[in-house]
C-alpha cells in the first residue's frame, strides 16, 4: 500500500503532483492510502477533505483507494463518495471504535459492509482496546 499524507504539505488529493503516485499504483495494483478528516496537529486540515477524492477517483477508476483516519468532520461525504465509487473504501485506523459516528454503523450496518476497513492505530490506540470496543458496536451478524 502507498500511503499520502495531505496535511504534510497542505495539497489536496486531487493536485497533479500526487497523479505519478497513482498512475504507479495501478500499474502495480497497489492500493493507495490517502489521509482524510481533519489532523490532530494543529496545522491546516481542509486538504483531507474526502471530497477532494471526487476527481481523483472519476479521473482514475483503476485506483483502488482507501481513506485513512476516517473522515470527520466530514463522514457523510466519505459515505456517498464510497457509495458512488467501488474502489473507494475507509479504514478506521486513529479512530477508537466506540467513538466511530451513527453514521458510519449504519453505513457498515447496510451498504458499506465491504466498505469499511478495521485498523486498530497501534501503539496509538491499542489493538487490545480497539478489539474490544469493536465487538461491542451495534453491528449486524457478518458486519
Known amino acids: ?14 493536485h497533479v503532483r500526487y497523479f505519478p503516485l497513482y498512475v504507479k499504483c495501478i500499474e502495480l495494483d497497489l492500493p ?5 478528516g481533519l489532523p490532530g496537529p494543529p496545522v491546516p486540515g481542509e486538504c483531507q477533505n474526502p471530497i477532494h477524492l471526487d476527481r481523483v477517483c472519476v479521473q482514475l477508476p483503476e485506483l483502488k483507494v482507501c481513506m485513512a483516519h476516517g ?22 485506523s486513529a479512530y477508537a471504535p466506540k467513538y466511530l459516528p451513527p453514521e458510519l454503523i449504519h453505513y457498515m450496518n447496510t451498504r458499506g459492509q465491504d466498505k469499511i476497513l478495521f485498523a486498530s492505530d497501534h501503539p496509538v490506540l491499542s489493538f487490545e482496546r480497539c478489539i474490544q470496543e469493536a465487538e461491542a458496536l451495534d453491528l449486524r451478524e457478518g458486519c
Open 32 to 36: 493507495v492510502s490517502i489521509n482524510t
Open 71 to 92: 473522515a470527520d468532520p466530514w463522514w457523510a461525504v466519505a459515505i456517498r463518495l464510497m457509495i458512488k465509487y467501488r474502489n473507494l473504501h475507509l479504514m478506521t
Open 1 to 14: 500500500m502507498a500511503r499520502v499524507v495531505p496535511f504534510g504539505s497542505d495539497t489536496p488529493p486531487g
